[in-house]
């Protein structure tokens, strides 16, 4: 930062206590609200305006690859949900029952969604009947419930919103091609749109998704050197088809089972946003995702032509197709340039007398705080460069965190060092035994993040117990 004063002293400083700066900045910021139900959050106008574009620029990249979106109910009934073993025990502790209907005593138990795989399975059954029904490439945006027992806004809620898109394919090959295609569209989207950097790769069996032959996940870090599961992507194979009967007839008119694919990103991104880009005065939005791009500030705006001179220039940044407003509200400048920076709004510019009288306005980035004076007429070219600046600047700093934690593990001393004092991925061979993947978790509360698609074989032999190595994993602290 070029200058990190701490503008708002309602905030915990991130270095003295991350959890209650991330807390600070949510409640400030006016994100999010609690609601009377333990565990849910209320997602303010601020808070909501972000999914909203989040939503705008995943689903275009959705519907660029031919999905489409549908609606599908709220309830599950238990016997449905209990065609798929392994998928069932999966979420069962997680899972809210409705058991009366009005003052009657239901039937059956109905589950609140905690995912879609086993109603998408009967809309596929019942509206697939030969491969020229295939592929079938559904999506939809709803929210989802999961008991949790320890919940903070954005990353772990009780409720949370979220796009849960569902395939059908007549071939494996095919369906694993449109697994790694969707978690490629989130990589590139957080990449692109929220300029935070992702590692790809391969869940382990124990940490995948529950009935998936495989899940794969991009994964960021956090400024404090945790890991945050941004998004996944499973293959199903034929598993969930078996269980509910989603045939099809192929060329030759033989019966065949169709094979899977489920992938979703939720509003826990938001709290990757927060994480990765904060800072001690609150949100710093990167300029693709941010509601608001441009703040117009009046100084003086009681004095004559200041307010009117204000607004040309937000029409005129308006025009450029910047997202734009003008406060105009009583407050002191000082309170006004507070409350943007808490906000996280990528630039402000500054109008008054002096400046109507020079035929300038001046510009101020959030992330650095670096002031530019432009001419009035040059304001909307210099303010949409300087939002493209700040977009691939943020993405730079990112980047350069990412890549300054990682960590090589070569036994289990180094490993257990790194877990201590190094925050960040620690990069270490492993056997494929789970009895080693509990013991790491055990001894140093870090978890295997993902199998990295690249693989390198940086020592012959597993950091935990010493036997012949399979894979390198990206181990990690997470939230």
């Known amino acids: 930062m070029a200058n990190d ?45 972000i999914w909203e574009n989040i939503m705008h620029e995943l689903d275009a990249r959705f519907k660029a690859t031919g999905v489409e979106n549908v609606a599908l109910p709220l309830f599950i009934p238990e016997s449905l949900l209990q065609k798929e073993k392994d998928h069932v025990e999966g979420f069962a502790p997680e899972v809210a029952w409705v058991t009366m209907g009005g003052n009657e005593q239901l039937p059956e138990r109905l589950c609140v969604r905690p995912t879609s795989e086993t109603l998408f399975c009967e809309l596929f059954r019942d509206s697939v009947e030969s491969y020229r029904d295939l592929p079938k490439l559904y999506n939809q945006w709803c929210s989802v419930v999961r008991w949790e027992k320890t919940t903070r806004p954005f990353l772990r809620t009780t409720e949370f919103w979220w796009q849960e898109g569902h395939t059908v394919h007549a071939t494996a090959e095919e369906a694993r091609e449109r697994t790694e295609m969707m978690l490629n569209v989130y990589a590139d989207f957080c990449r692109d749109v929220l300029a935070i950097p992702v590692i790809k790769g391969q869940k382990t069996d124990k940490e995948k998704f529950a009935g998936a032959e495989a899940t794969y996940t991009i994964e960021a870090l956090m400024h404090d050197g945790k890991a945050l599961q941004s998004g996944t992507s499973h293959y199903f194979g034929d598993g969930f088809a078996r269980a509910f009967g989603v045939q099809f007839s192929d060329k030759d008119n033989q019966l065949r089972y169709v094979h899977q694919t489920s992938w979703g990103l939720s509003t826990r991104i938001i709290g990757a946003l927060i994480m990765v880009h904060g800072d001690d005065s609150g949100l710093v939005l990167p300029p693709h995702i941010a509601p608001t791009q441009v703040m117009v500030m009046p100084i003086a705006q009681h004095k004559p032509g200041v307010l009117e001179k204000a607004a040309e220039i937000r029409d005129a940044l308006k025009a450029a197709g910047l997202r734009t407003k003008l406060d105009d509200s009583d407050k002191n400048p000082g309170w006004k340039f507070s409350e943007q920076e808490m906000r996280g709004i990528p630039l402000r510019v500054e109008i008054g007398p002096k400046d109507i009288e020079a035929g300038q306005c001046v510009l101020v980035r959030r992330d650095t705080r670096e002031k530019t004076v432009v001419a009035l007429d040059k304001a ?100």
């Open 5 to 49: 004063k701490k503008l708002v002293k309602a905030i915990t400083a991130r270095d003295e206590d991350f959890a209650q700066w991330y807390t600070d900045v949510v409640l400030k910021a006016d994100l999010v609200d609690y609601s009377s139900v333990k565990g849910c959050m209320i997602l303010k106008p601020a808070g909501y305006a």
């Open 380 to 479: 909307a070219e210099t303010a949409a460069a300087l939002l493209e600046t700040i977009q691939a600047d943020m993405l730079a700093r990112a980047e350069a965190h990412l890549a300054a934690h990682f960590y090589d593990a070569l036994n289990y001393d180094e490993f257990k060092d790194a877990a201590e004092n190094k925050p960040g991925f620690i990069r270490a061979m492993w056997c494929g035994d789970l009895a080693c993947e509990l013991k790491i978790k055990e001894d140093t509360t870090c978890t295997s993040r993902c199998m990295p698609f690249e693989q390198e074989k940086i020592s012959d032999v597993c950091v935990c117990c010493g036997k012949p190595a399979k894979k390198l994993v990206y181990w990690g602290k997470a939230y």
